[in-house]
């Protein structure tokens, strides 16, 4: 078997997280919550090992 070598794009979490930027500009009143100021990106596989978390 061969070994194996660990992502270095996403360091064998097989996932990226989104990122989230907070502007004052964007604040909204989301009802339950209160004020929501935040645009975030939903987390991804990583492009890199395909979500395996290692590169073969």
């Not at 935040?38 to 987390?43: I, T």
């Amino acid at each position: 078997m061969e070994p194996k070598n660990l992502c270095p794009e996403c360091n064998g979490k097989k996932i990226i997280q989104g990122n989230c930027e907070c502007n004052m500009e964007w604040r909204s009143n989301d009802g339950e919550n209160g004020l929501d100021d935040c645009q975030c990106d939903p987390d991804h596989e990583c492009p890199t090992c395909s979500g395996k978390g290692f590169i073969e």
